[in-house]
């Protein structure tokens, strides 16, 4: 029989768990990958500003149960700004869905995966919805862009073409998991 400070360890524990879980700290770690790179190596050409700027292939795993929908960010912290420069905001991406095929159109809501929405990226004009390649400064060295996909526990309730940030915000609370690729690129 378990001693009562064993049950109240327990206990404790236990509830420390589910207080981080309601917090949105991610407690499950899912896979994501790309059949153009592996993770931590070069971003092909294709992928970049300078080659075609289409988005490369994307595939993840099963998220957890309780799965709503996913949301995917690709950033890049090395950039020389005051916060990570946005390449890509795609959310209400459905539970249903493992993967984004190459060349994901830059328009605000997309058919394929249905009902997925796309977000602002950082750049000031052009295309500025969508994804937008790698493209650091010319001698700036190799920069890291980081896609990370979010399992949410929750339909949020979101507009097409909203920053980051916003997308963020909404995602607190109901993160049940999260997968990272990291992709490499230098010019």
């Known amino acids: 029989?378990?001693?009562?400070?064993?049950?109240?360890?327990?206990?404790?524990?236990?509830?420390?768990?589910?207080?981080?879980?309601?917090?949105?700290?991610?407690?499950?770690?899912?896979?994501?990958?790309?059949?153009?790179?592996?993770?931590?190596?070069?971003?092909?050409?294709?992928?970049?500003?300078?080659?075609?700027?289409?988005?490369?292939?994307?595939?993840?795993?099963?998220?957890?149960?309780?799965?709503?929908?996913?949301?995917?960010?690709?950033?890049?912290?090395d950039a020389p700004s005051k916060e990570?420069?946005?390449?890509?905001?795609?959310?209400k991406i459905p539970s249903g869905a493992r993967a984004l095929e190459e060349n994901v159109p830059p328009k605000p809501r997309l058919e394929d995966p249905p009902g997925a929405l796309q977000g602002r990226n950082s750049w000031p004009s052009g295309r500025t919805v969508g994804y937008r390649g790698p493209a650091p400064p010319v001698g700036h060295g190799t920069h890291h862009y980081q896609f990370h996909i979010y399992a949410l526990d929750a339909a949020v309730a979101l507009e097409p073409e909203i920053d980051k940030a916003a997308v963020e915000r909404a995602m607190r609370g109901h993160?049940?998991?999260?997968?990272?690729?990291?992709?490499?690129?230098?010019r």
């Open 1 to 77: 029989m378990m001693s009562r400070c064993v049950l109240l360890a327990a206990l404790l524990a236990f509830s420390g768990t589910l207080a981080s879980c309601a917090k949105g700290d991610p407690k499950m770690t899912m896979s994501l990958s790309s059949s153009a790179f592996k993770n931590n190596e070069p971003v092909p050409r294709k992928y970049t500003e300078d080659g075609s700027d289409v988005s490369p292939p994307l595939s993840w795993n099963e998220g957890p149960a309780g799965t709503k929908e996913f949301a995917l960010i690709l950033d890049d912290p």
């Open 175 to 186: 993160i049940l998991a999260e997968g990272r690729l990291v992709g490499t690129y230098g």
């Open 84 to 91: 990570p420069w946005v390449h890509w905001v795609i959310y």
